[in-house]
């Protein structure tokens, strides 16, 4: 296949408004991200029932960013892995929400399960992404971290200091991660692009 101009210009344009939504929505979840964690370190333990609705918000907003990811990254022909991501985040905040009624150690094992799934999910898409925006690795890093993390939540999930707080340090390396990467994409994708 020929390289024309006009071929390497569009490129290079999709790659830039890719590149500037990502950052945008990168900045947006690290923000999300933040303030979950201060109101479940503010109210787990003197509001547990709010601490609760923290605990499904969560999957939730997966959700939604997960949606805004996929719009972001509309010249992509592979968003099936989102979709998925989409499907099993809704599926967890419905399961929490269910397993909360039992207690809140198998609720931990919910989420501990999705944030495995999730990680795998996050990685993938980060090493499919590298070749052509770059700036992943800590998007990659991160989803590699969840599934560490998930398994964690999954084994401790009844230890008497595992409660809904335990998740804070979870969602805070997920706002740095999503930060770092916001800082990264638009020096790699500049690389990529030239």
Do not use: H
């Not at 008497?160 to 770092?180: D, E, H």
């Amino acid at each position: 296949m020929s390289s024309s101009p006009f071929f390497n210009g569009s490129t290079n344009s999709a790659t830039a408004e890719t590149s500037r939504a990502l950052r945008s929505l990168y900045f947006t979840r690290a923000a999300f991200s933040i303030i979950w964690v201060v109101l479940v370190s503010i109210f787990s333990k003197d509001s547990p029932e709010f601490g609760k609705v923290l605990l499904v918000i969560y999957p939730i907003w997966d959700v939604f960013g997960t949606l805004l990811d996929i719009r972001a990254n509309k010249n992509n022909t592979t968003a099936t892995p989102q979709y998925i991501n989409a499907v099993i985040s809704l599926i967890t905040a419905v399961a929490v929400g269910i397993a909360l009624q039992t207690g809140v150690s198998e609720a931990l094992r919910v989420f501990g399960c999705w944030a495995v799934l999730t990680g795998i999910i996050q990685l993938l898409m980060g090493l499919i992404r590298r070749k052509s925006i770059g700036g992943q690795w800590p998007m990659i890093i991160s989803g590699g971290q969840s599934v560490i993390a998930g398994i964690s939540f999954i084994v401790l999930a009844s230890a008497p200091t595992m409660g809904i707080a335990s998740l804070a340090g979870y969602a805070a390396f997920g706002a740095f991660y999503y930060l770092l990467s916001a800082f990264r994409i638009p020096k790699t994708a500049e690389s990529v692009i030239s």
